[in-house]
């Protein structure tokens, strides 16, 4: 969230008109409100050119990918050629917000078909898509509703333009774009409406229209840490089934179906070691964060600029830039040319050299980490209790002189990156262009770690352990997605170095347990490694929901 102070957005309505308008009759409604049959948002007679981004209806550009307008009419796409315009202005997709037969005494005639005053079907028969999230006039939908809305528009964006209306296309029109730059950007409420209403002024009308913007962003806070961090207000470690739950809330299209039962932090780590461990090209959910990454911070900027610009936000110095981008950020990710340097550096040699040497270094790195990245950790962790403490002062500056260089810089650049997956979604484009191996073992090993439960409890062991054929048994947990997509990873980096293959798989069993040997266990992984996984081409099946595992 930008920390810059803002002021708290005010309702356009007064009570006295919310209170009008919701005792009024429908019809009385349209009359006294809009004005019936000469309605001014059914058409672009009383509004002027620069108010029709697209010609014959009150719209305006919002984002360079969303425009909010008044609702369309058979009659204006006829006249207008508005299906010809959207086609020009690349416009992929409509997400209507009103219920059907809504707003009927205003305009023409209502169509008899859809309830709207335009057949969808004239959209979808020119390839464009039609999404329908009915929400109350001059109301509200319930938070799930708007999740589910935002997640549409936010995969619409990625096909192409997206056009958003009610009635007027204010209201709750505004409502679901505040709410979208909200989960897009991680940005306040406050600033998320007033940047809705400079770019279409009169947005977001009610008392209750503000609070559920707020709401959301409070829903949406308790959804964003990867990495358990209790100096975060909602940053107690959870278990898997937790985490799980919330991906299904934030991540929307393929990328949910994929990830359904596998945390997608492991997966991108396990994606990645694999990769670099087998000298493969980066597969396309890596180039898939790279390129929105660069969507978000053009989209961040525009709307930093736009609040800076009408005074609502201070105009920071260019060396404090970075601290709005997002908290906690690193320095040089938020210069561009930074960035796309690091971005050259990863994708300049798209089949990194998958000599020997470098699959050594990767299961090396897996395997070591158990005992140098486990004191590094602890180190950590003592390090911020005696930081809390200032009478154990001697203590702190006796832990941070015994860690080695090598030792403190793997340390800050693994909680660097804990730090920007937390604060920005932009952190996963980072977490997919590092190139250490020990960097990136030690995000995997610490992510299972914090976890408040171990993966595999006791009981899960026991009945490993006790099943009658162990290459099967883990087939009857329900975590299985997420240990067959970390035991793939093993496979894959191990195989050009199979010597490494006991102390890595040592390692995963200690992860997943956090027990220091457990013999049962590792014949359990060793039987299932051997039995499930053939070759790198399985990480992508064992995390899929389609795989029949």
């Keep these: 969230?930008?920390?810059?102070?803002?002021?708290?957005?005010?309702?356009?309505?007064?009570?006295?008109?919310?209170?009008?308008?919701?005792?009024?009759?429908?019809?009385?409604?349209?009359?006294?409100?809009?004005?019936?049959?000469?309605?001014?948002?059914?058409?672009?007679?009383?509004?002027?050119?620069?108010?029709?981004?697209?010609?014959?209806?009150?719209?305006?550009?919002?984002?360079?990918?969303?425009?909010?307008?008044?609702?369309?009419?058979?009659?204006?796409i006829e006249k207008y050629n508005?299906?010809?315009?959207?086609?020009?202005?690349?416009?992929?997709?409509i997400i209507n917000m009103q219920l059907p037969g809504e707003h009927?005494?205003?305009?023409?005639?209502?169509?008899?078909?859809?309830?709207?005053?335009?057949?969808?079907?004239?959209?979808?028969?020119?390839?464009?898509?039609?999404?329908?999230?009915?929400?109350?006039?001059?109301?509200?939908?319930?938070l799930v509703s708007m999740i589910d809305g935002v997640k549409?528009?936010?995969?619409?964006?990625?096909?192409?333009?997206?056009?958003?209306?009610?009635?007027?296309?204010?209201?709750r029109t505004g409502v679901l774009i505040a709410c979208y730059l909200i989960y897009t950007l991680r940005i306040s409420p406050s600033e998320a409406v007033h940047y809705v209403r400079i770019k279409r002024?009169?947005?977001?009308?009610?008392?209750?229209?503000?609070?559920?913007?707020?709401?959301?962003?409070?829903?949406?806070?308790?959804?964003?840490?990867?990495?358990?961090?209790?100096?975060?207000?909602?940053?107690?470690?959870?278990?898997?089934?937790?985490?799980?739950?919330r991906q299904a809330i934030m991540l929307h299209g393929q990328e949910a179906r994929t990830l359904r039962h596998t945390p997608k932090v492991v997966y991108l780590l396990c994606v990645h070691l694999s990769c670099l461990a087998l000298g493969l090209p980066a597969p396309p959910e890596i180039q898939a964060e790279l390129e929105k990454r660069s969507v978000l911070r053009t989209l961040n900027r525009t709307v930093r600029e736009t609040l800076v610009c009408k005074q609502y936000l201070p105009l920071l110095r260019e060396g404090h830039r970075g601290a709005w981008v997002s908290s906690g950020s690193v320095s040089s990710w938020d210069e561009p040319m930074g960035f796309l340097e690091r971005k050259r550096e990863f994708c300049r040699n798209p089949h990194y050299p998958g000599s020997t040497s470098v699959a050594r270094a990767v299961a090396k790195a897996m395997a070591d980490h158990g005992?140098?990245?486990?004191?590094?950790?602890?180190?950590?962790?003592?390090?911020?209790?005696?930081?809390?403490?200032?009478?154990?002062?001697?203590?702190?500056?006796?832990?941070?002189?015994?860690?080695?260089?090598?030792?403190t810089n793997l340390m800050l650049s693994t909680s660097l990156k804990q730090e920007e997956l937390n604060s920005s979604d932009c952190g996963w484009a980072l977490l997919v262009t590092e190139s250490d191996p020990q960097v990136l073992s030690c995000l995997l090993w610490t992510w299972l770690e914090k976890l408040r439960e171990p993966v595999l409890s006791p009981e899960d062991v026991t009945r490993l352990s006790c099943g009658a054929n162990i290459r099967k048994s883990l087939s009857v947990l329900n975590k299985r997605h997420t240990i067959y997509c970390l035991l793939s990873c093993v496979s894959t980096v191990t195989s050009l170095c199979p010597h490494r293959e006991d102390a890595v798989l040592q390692r995963l069993a200690r992860a997943l347990t956090r027990v220091g040997s457990i013999a049962a266990l590792m014949k359990v992984l060793k039987a299932n490694l051997r039995e499930t996984f053939h070759n790198s081409t399985y990480l992508r099946r064992a995390c899929s929901t389609n795989s029949a595992l």
Excluded at 82 to 93: M, T
Excluded at 227 to 233: E, F, Q
Excluded at 375 to 399: A, E, G, M, P, Y
Aim: net charge positive; with cysteine.
């Design 82 to 93: 508005i299906i010809e315009q959207f086609q020009r202005l690349n416009i992929r997709s």
């Design 371 to 407: 005992l140098r990245g486990e004191t590094i950790l602890q180190r950590s962790d003592l390090l911020q209790v005696k930081n809390s403490n200032t009478r154990n002062s001697n203590t702190r500056t006796f832990h941070i002189l015994i860690l080695t260089s090598e030792a």
């Design 104 to 142: 009927a005494h205003c305009g023409p005639p209502l169509d008899p078909g859809s309830g709207f005053t335009y057949s969808p079907q004239i959209f979808m028969d020119n390839d464009i898509y039609f999404y329908n999230f009915g929400m109350q006039d001059f109301g509200v939908s319930s």
């Design 201 to 245: 002024p009169r947005s977001i009308q009610t008392r209750a229209q503000l609070s559920q913007v707020s709401d959301f962003a409070r829903l949406l806070g308790t959804q964003l840490v990867q990495y358990p961090d209790l100096s975060m207000r909602h940053g107690a470690p959870f278990t898997l089934q937790h985490y799980l739950n």
């Design 1 to 76: 969230m930008m920390p810059a102070l803002i002021p708290v957005p005010q309702p356009s309505y007064s009570q006295a008109r919310e209170n009008f308008v919701k005792a009024i009759p429908p019809k009385l409604l349209c009359l006294l409100a809009c004005g019936g049959a000469d309605c001014r948002y059914e058409g672009p007679e009383c509004w002027k050119l620069n108010q029709q981004a697209v010609r014959g209806l009150f719209s305006s550009w919002v984002t360079d990918d969303i425009i909010a307008m008044a609702r369309p009419a058979s009659h204006l």
């Design 152 to 171: 549409v528009l936010a995969f619409a964006v990625r096909e192409g333009r997206v056009a958003v209306h009610c009635h007027a296309g204010l209201g």
